[in-house]
C-alpha cells in the first residue's frame, strides 16, 4: 500500500496496558499521530475504559486473539474459537496474528466465520520486544527499513516498554519534521 502522501502506519500489539498504553497515546498525541491497536481480549475485557480511550483519541483497533494464541502451536477450530472470542470485545475486521503465526487452514475457516476480516501483517518489525535489543538498534532499524507505506509494529507491553519508550517518541519527531502522515489502518 502505498499512499498518495508520504505516510506511516504505526501499530502496536498485545494492549490495552494500564500503564504503557496511556504513555503511547500521549505520544501520539504530541505529534498529532494515529495509530491502530492490535488488542488482546481479556486485556480488553480487564481495561474497558483504556480500551474506549484509543477510540476516543481517533485511533483505530484490531483483534489480537483472546488470549494471544500462536496459531503455529493451536488447532484451527481453538484458534478460531480465540479470534471470536476476542471479537465480543473488539469490533473490528482488523485481524493481526501474534507472533505472525497462521497457518492457512485458520486463514480459511476466519474467512469463513467472519467475511470481512481483514489480516493485517506488517513491513517493519521494531524488534522492541527483544531484551537482546538496544532501544537505539531498535530506533535504528525502524529509521534504515521505513518508507511510505510502512507498517510498523511496536508493543504496548511490560516486555517491550524500554525499548518501544525510547524509539517511539523519536520516531514520531523524525516523521513529523520529514512532513509524513501518521495514521491509522
Known amino acids: 500500500m502505498t499512499p498518495a502522501e508520504p505516510t506511516v502506519y504505526f501499530t502496536f500489539d498485545d494492549g490495552p496496558h494500564p500503564d504503557i498504553t496511556p504513555f503511547v497515546l500521549e505520544q501520539l498525541k504530541k505529534y498529532d499521530a494515529k495509530a491502530t491497536f492490535f488488542c488482546v481480549g481479556k486485556n480488553v475485557e480487564a481495561h474497558p475504559d483504556l480500551f474506549q ?32 472470542e476476542a471479537a465480543k470485545y473488539i469490533h473490528s475486521p482488523l485481524f493481526r496474528p501474534p507472533y505472525g503465526r497462521i497457518k492457512s487452514s485458520q486463514i480459511k475457516a476466519l474467512k469463513n466465520a467472519v467475511p470481512d476480516i481483514k489480516i493485517i501483517m506488517w513491513d517493519i518489525l521494531s524488534g522492541d520486544f527483544d ?35 525510547y524509539a517511539l517518541p523519536r520516531l514520531l519527531n523524525h516523521f513529523s519534521k520529514k512532513k509524513f502522515k501518521m495514521a491509522a489502518l
Do not use: W
Open 53 to 84: 480511550q484509543i477510540f476516543n483519541d481517533g485511533h483505530s483497533v484490531g483483534n489480537h486473539t483472546y488470549d494471544h494464541v500462536n496459531g503455529a502451536k493451536t488447532k484451527t477450530k481453538a484458534y478460531v474459537e480465540n479470534v471470536l
Open 131 to 165: 531484551k537482546d535489543v538496544q532501544p537505539q538498534v531498535c530506533l535504528q532499524k525502524v529509521l534504515f527499513k521505513s518508507r511510505s507505506g510502512s507498517i510498523i509494529v511496536f508493543h504496548d507491553s511490560e516486555k517491550a516498554y524500554d525499548r518501544m519508550s
